[in-house]
């Protein structure tokens, strides 16, 4: 998925919509079966047919365990562009779930922008940039995707949307080719996750 975006340079909205949906099944599926993922990222997911209509996550490496329903992860994990605020502070516990939204906006800003949302090639200017959550979305983004980017990314990580959450936003019922790709998608009945060895 990584170079088909990069290649790309961005998505136009009807496919990242249907890409961005799956990976946010994928995600919401490991969070409701007591998996985080910590190291979520566009190289992380894989097409699954030549159409490059369908995705697959490549691997649970690095994935946490929930006990008791228990999301909290230590320590930093995963690509510094993609880590949440609270994941670089990485000062005690912090929402292992909310970590893995922040990243699928990180995820959905690249489909969409064609670059990452905070960059610098010195670590700790990128890193403040993270932890002050300033960027910019194009005034060629729909209201509805700059609104998701927006509830995804956001500093405070309990104002975040969840990967439910973010299945129903309204982005995906307003573009055109939804009904189409969702019972094609749905039918498949390929493995999208694959199965967590502890």
């Not at 910590?38 to 691997?59: G, V, Y």
């Not at 008791?68 to 930093?76: H, I, L, R």
């Not at 990243?103 to 670059?115: D, E, H, K």
């Not at 309990?158 to 009904?179: C, G, M, N, V, Y």
Request: hydrophobic letters at 35%; aromatic letters at 10%; one cysteine or more.
């Amino acid at each position: 998925m990584h170079t088909y975006v990069q290649t790309s340079r961005s998505l136009d909205e009807d496919e990242a919509s249907r890409l961005f949906h799956q990976m946010v099944s994928v995600v919401a599926h490991c969070h409701n079966n007591d998996v985080v993922l910590r190291d979520l990222k566009l190289r992380k997911f894989l097409f699954k047919n030549p159409e490059r209509t369908m995705l697959t996550l490549s691997n649970l490496e690095d994935a946490h365990m929930m006990e008791k329903g228990d999301d909290s992860v230590y320590g930093k994990h995963g690509c510094p562009v993609y880590a949440s605020p609270e994941g670089l502070r990485a000062e005690g516990k912090y929402s292992g779930k909310a970590a893995d939204v922040w990243s699928l906006g990180v995820a959905l800003y690249i489909i969409l922008v064609g670059r990452y949302p905070f960059s610098d090639s010195n670590s700790n200017m990128l890193f403040n940039k993270i932890q002050r959550c300033k960027f910019s979305l194009p005034d060629t983004l729909s209201p509805k995707a700059r609104c998701l980017i927006q509830n995804i990314l956001r500093l405070d990580p309990t104002e975040r949307l969840t990967a439910e959450d973010i299945l129903d936003h309204p982005w995906f019922s307003s573009l055109s080719s939804q009904k189409v790709w969702r019972s094609m998608f749905y039918q498949d009945d390929d493995q999208m996750v694959p199965e967590f060895c502890s």
